[in-house]
């Protein structure tokens, strides 16, 4: 079935049996478009297969709002999962398979909440095929479906080299340079993100990697998004960018950084180091204040939390600050996740100023990496912010982790803040 087929679109819909493996069946769909997204307290879990339309490859740089509104008055609840690259610049190259900003309607959902688990079938006839040759697609597409391996074949880590990216030398001056930004512009924070390249002789294997992630029990989203050619995009991250539901909107404002303790007085030491911090608790507020600044144009009624808290995670704690309001009329997903993205935990501020920084700056295009990733109805929607992520491609496995510099940064401190968040990947793997 060709992925822009004409026709009136047809959802159809089913209860499963609670022990269906959703991630074990998102894994085994090799060659084909694959989602997987799990909220960060496990309330849900939610996975896509296939693709019977796509969304958002115009060139034009425009969040494709007009067509998904023109799915949306067939039915609300229609679905769609994917995301976004951090900036609207070219696609780097090894993000192409992703493109710029693509959301798909796949063939096949699978939900699971509140002990209830369903699957809906999406598809758009063509206005061409017999109605007999469109039961025939549709019933082929099933069996493939149902011949799927039942779980997930964890094969081990491959052995690797590493790649930094910029190397230390480097990253002392591109902090040295966004101080003297700061200073010379009044801006109050940016955010400057380096990588990590793990080749390996072999082709790593998106979906062990995706094992290993959903072994790990913490107060993070995970989510994996995976492309026909074996690309993918997967990680835990803690941060919620925005929640739509029954009318509420809700945000997380999260920044500042300390690594968990290796016992329990090390760690509440940390974390009351991470808390008495002005550096962190600054950088905190930026966040924290933006997201309430823009919640008060989206929402009525919107409240923050009186005061900030840990977060604590496996290997990482953060400062988190929870932001809400009932969302105003008018507003759609599209225009929210517009409203929100970048926040200044993985931007800075002034926004504009320095996203032109980290143009300027970074050695690398961010891609995915610290974007808008999850899912969307007409009037629901959850999107968390893809940091703790990594790019599959081939035999490279790319890590991310960003700094926020602000006045008082110190670059050797903000290396080590930067790689507790690549290590917090590797130290996965090394536990899978």
Not at 71 to 91: A, I, Y
Request: glycine residues 8%; neutral net charge; contains cysteine.
């Amino acid at each position: 079935m060709p992925p822009h087929g004409k026709g009136v679109p047809v959802r159809m819909e089913k209860r499963l049996p609670l022990g269906v493996n959703i991630p074990a069946l998102v894994g085994s769909a090799a060659g084909m478009n694959r989602f997987y997204f799990k909220d960060r307290r496990n309330r849900y879990e939610t996975g896509a297969i296939g693709c019977v339309r796509a969304y958002g490859d115009e060139s034009d740089g425009a969040f494709p709002i007009e067509q998904a509104d023109l799915l949306w008055e067939e039915d609300r609840r229609f679905t769609l999962f994917g995301g976004m690259s951090f900036f609207d610049e070219p696609t780097p190259p090894e993000w192409d398979s992703f493109g710029r900003i693509r959301f798909v309607l796949p063939l096949l959902e699978l939900h699971r909440e509140e002990n209830v688990c369903r699957m809906v079938l999406n598809a758009f006839p063509s206005e061409s095929a017999s109605q007999s040759d469109f039961a025939e697609n549709l019933l082929e597409t099933l069996k493939n479906l149902d011949a799927m391996p039942p779980s997930v074949q964890d094969k081990g880590i491959p052995s690797y080299t590493e790649t930094l990216n910029p190397g230390r030398q480097r990253w002392q001056a591109l902090v040295d340079t966004a101080l003297d930004w700061l200073r010379e512009n009044g801006a109050r924070k940016v955010v400057l993100a380096r990588k990590k390249v793990l080749k390996s002789t072999e082709l790593w294997d998106p979906v062990a990697l995706f094992h290993c992630l959903g072994q790990i029990r913490e107060d993070a989203f995970l989510f994996f998004c995976g492309q026909k050619n074996g690309d993918a995009f997967m990680g835990r991250s803690p941060e919620r960018l925005f929640r739509i539901a029954q009318g509420f909107l809700a945000s997380d404002a999260i920044a500042g950084t300390r690594r968990r303790g290796d016992d329990p007085e090390d760690d509440a030491r940390l974390s009351a180091e991470l808390m008495a911090s002005v550096k962190d608790i600054l950088e905190h507020r930026f966040v924290a204040d933006y997201i309430r600044a823009q919640l008060a144009f989206l929402c009525k009624d919107v409240t923050m939390e009186a005061s900030a808290s840990p977060l604590k995670l496996r290997h990482l704690q953060h400062i988190i600050t929870r932001v809400s309001g009932r969302v105003a009329n008018g507003h759609a997903p599209f225009d929210i996740m517009e409203r929100l993205h970048p926040t200044p935990a993985v931007g800075g501020m002034p926004p504009r100023l320095s996203r032109e920084l980290i143009m300027r700056l970074e050695p690398f295009g961010r891609g995915w990496f610290g974007a808008p990733i999850g899912w969307m109805r007409k009037d629901a929607a959850e999107f968390a912010v893809g940091i703790r992520s990594a790019l599959v491609r081939g035999t490279e496995l790319h890590l991310f982790g960003g700094a926020g510099i602000v006045t008082g940064s110190d670059a050797e401190m903000e290396w080590q803040e930067t790689g507790h968040k690549m290590e917090n990947f590797t130290r996965i793997l090394r536990g899978c």
